[in-house]
């Protein structure tokens, strides 16, 4: 196995991604995102099932013999980047990515195995699953467990991305065992979230039957640095969705006869931004060949994405919104939903601070004495 990761697309890839985009483009518009925050019912079942059953996306993780698609991180990347160009209201990095990981560390490529049956379940997009811890937990530090009593779970966990959306919840539970819980037999509550396009919820358990799965220290941590790790595709896409559309606007917007973007100091903030994203797609693209390949650098490659990914997220949105000027601060215009996106995604999977004090230990640089 070569050691040097492979930070170019190939032709599939590049493929899958077209693909992707053009369904995005006629199923996903920004008037249509925005209009669904608005309603009850903020997932968007429809493009989910033509992600799901038409192009077989929520398997790409899954070994074909479990019923998935065989497919690695790298593939999986590519559909975030463009689900994150679109702030896209689907559940697939937390039911494709994070609970399908999950249950990948229970499976053990065992077909027949609860946890093996419950991952072509979720392959096939029929089920929607996640993983019942906070979505702001990062994968190296602790979380929380619910109590288990008599063959039922009792407790409540906080900030579950897609709680609404699930079918199944996993939940680690005291006895160091990973549950699977219908989500009929929990109280999923929403709760107050910024990013409308993925809420949050707070799950209470009652003595909820559950059926056991395998060991939750291994599941949950692989789960969510493989979430860690993908996310910053998804955070590449929208930073480069901003830098994109803020570079258009600013060649069509004109004052003083000229066009906007022709300004020196804007072209300046531009090109900067440019950089970051530029960057950035390095680091993204290193994290997802690195999980791809299980390489022994891979937890560093996570860490250094969520490094720096957060603030370059971030910064683009905020520069859509200042530099549309006074339509990008209304609620019409979709850049509050990439800067609301991003401002939630700076808190996925812990911070960049978290992360950076994390690379630290894992890069053995110790501060000065």
Same mark, same amino acid.
């Given at each position: 196995?070569?050691?040097?990761?492979?930070?170019?697309?190939?032709?599939?890839?590049?493929?899958?991604?077209?693909?992707?985009?053009?369904?995005?483009?006629?199923?996903?518009?920004?008037?249509?995102?925005?209009?669904?925050? %608005?309603?009850?019912?903020?997932?968007?079942?429809?493009?989910?099932?033509?992600?799901?059953?038409?192009?077989?996306?929520?398997?790409?993780?899954?070994?074909?013999?479990?019923?998935?698609?065989?497919?690695?991180?790298?593939?999986?990347?590519?559909?975030?980047?463009?689900?994150?160009?679109?702030?896209?209201?689907?559940?697939?990095?937390?039911?494709?990515?994070?609970?399908?990981?999950?249950?990948?560390?229970?499976?053990?490529? %065992?077909?027949?195995?609860?946890?093996?049956?419950?991952?072509?379940?979720?392959?096939?997009?029929?089920?929607? /699953?996640?993983?019942?811890? /906070?979505?702001?937990?990062?994968?190296?530090?602790?979380?929380?467990?619910?109590?288990?009593?008599? /063959?039922?779970?009792?407790?409540?966990?906080?900030?579950?991305?897609?709680?609404?959306?699930?079918?199944?919840?996993?939940?680690?539970?005291?006895?160091?065992?990973?549950?699977?819980?219908?989500?009929?037999?929990?109280?999923?509550?929403?709760?107050?979230?910024?990013?409308?396009?993925?809420?949050?919820?707070?799950?209470?358990?009652?003595?909820?039957?559950?059926?056991?799965?395998?060991?939750? %220290?291994?599941?949950?941590?692989?789960?969510?640095?493989?979430?860690?790790?993908?996310?910053?595709?998804?955070?590449?896409?929208?930073?480069?969705?901003?830098?994109?559309?803020?570079?258009?606007?600013?060649?069509?917007?004109?004052?003083?006869?000229?066009?906007?973007?022709?300004?020196?100091?804007?072209?300046?903030?531009?090109?900067?931004?440019?950089?970051?994203?530029?960057?950035?797609?390095?680091?993204?693209?290193?994290?997802?060949?690195?999980?791809?390949?299980?390489?022994?650098?891979?937890?560093?490659?996570?860490?250094?994405?969520?490094?720096?990914?957060?603030?370059?997220?971030?910064?683009?949105?905020?520069?859509?919104?200042?530099?549309?000027?006074?339509?990008?601060?209304?609620?019409?215009?979709?850049?509050?939903?990439?800067?609301?996106?991003?401002?939630?995604?700076?808190?996925?999977?812990?911070?960049?601070?978290?992360?950076?004090?994390?690379?630290?230990?894992?890069?053995?640089?110790?501060?000065?004495?």
């Amino acid at each position: 196995m070569s050691t040097q990761p492979d930070l170019l697309h190939s032709e599939e890839e590049e493929a899958l991604r077209a693909a992707v985009r053009d369904l995005l483009t006629d199923h996903c518009d920004p008037a249509g995102v925005l209009a669904r925050t %608005e309603s009850e019912a903020p997932h968007d079942a429809k493009l989910w099932k033509a992600l799901t059953e038409g192009m077989g996306l929520a398997g790409l993780l899954v070994p074909e013999a479990l019923g998935g698609q065989g497919a690695t991180h790298r593939e999986a990347a590519v559909v975030l980047e463009e689900l994150g160009r679109a702030v896209a209201p689907v559940p697939y990095l937390t039911s494709a990515v994070v609970a399908t990981e999950a249950l990948l560390a229970c499976a053990a490529g %065992e077909p027949g195995s609860p946890a093996g049956d419950l991952l072509g379940d979720l392959a096939s997009g029929a089920t929607v /699953g996640t993983l019942a811890v /906070g979505l702001h937990t990062a994968p190296h530090a602790p979380f929380p467990a619910v109590r288990r009593e008599n /063959g039922t779970l009792h407790g409540e966990l906080t900030a579950v991305a897609d709680a609404g959306a699930a079918d199944v919840l996993l939940v680690p539970a005291e006895d160091g065992g990973l549950y699977a819980v219908a989500a009929a037999e929990a109280d999923v509550t929403a709760q107050l979230s910024l990013d409308l396009t993925r809420p949050v919820a707070r799950i209470v358990l009652d003595a909820a039957p559950a059926r056991r799965l395998g060991e939750a %220290e291994p599941a949950v941590r692989r789960a969510l640095r493989a979430g860690a790790g993908l996310l910053a595709s998804e955070q590449l896409g929208l930073a480069d969705w901003c830098l994109t559309e803020t570079v258009r606007y600013l060649k069509d917007r004109k004052q003083f006869n000229r066009p906007v973007g022709g300004f020196q100091a804007l072209k300046h903030r531009l090109a900067a931004l440019w950089l970051e994203v530029v960057n950035l797609r390095a680091a993204a693209r290193n994290a997802a060949d690195a999980l791809a390949t299980g390489s022994a650098e891979a937890d560093l490659a996570v860490v250094l994405a969520q490094a720096y990914a957060a603030g370059v997220a971030v910064h683009a949105a905020e520069e859509a919104v200042q530099l549309h000027g006074g339509i990008g601060m209304t609620w019409e215009h979709p850049a509050h939903l990439y800067l609301k996106r991003a401002k939630a995604d700076s808190l996925a999977y812990g911070t960049a601070g978290a992360h950076r004090e994390r690379l630290a230990t894992l890069a053995d640089l110790r501060p000065p004495a």
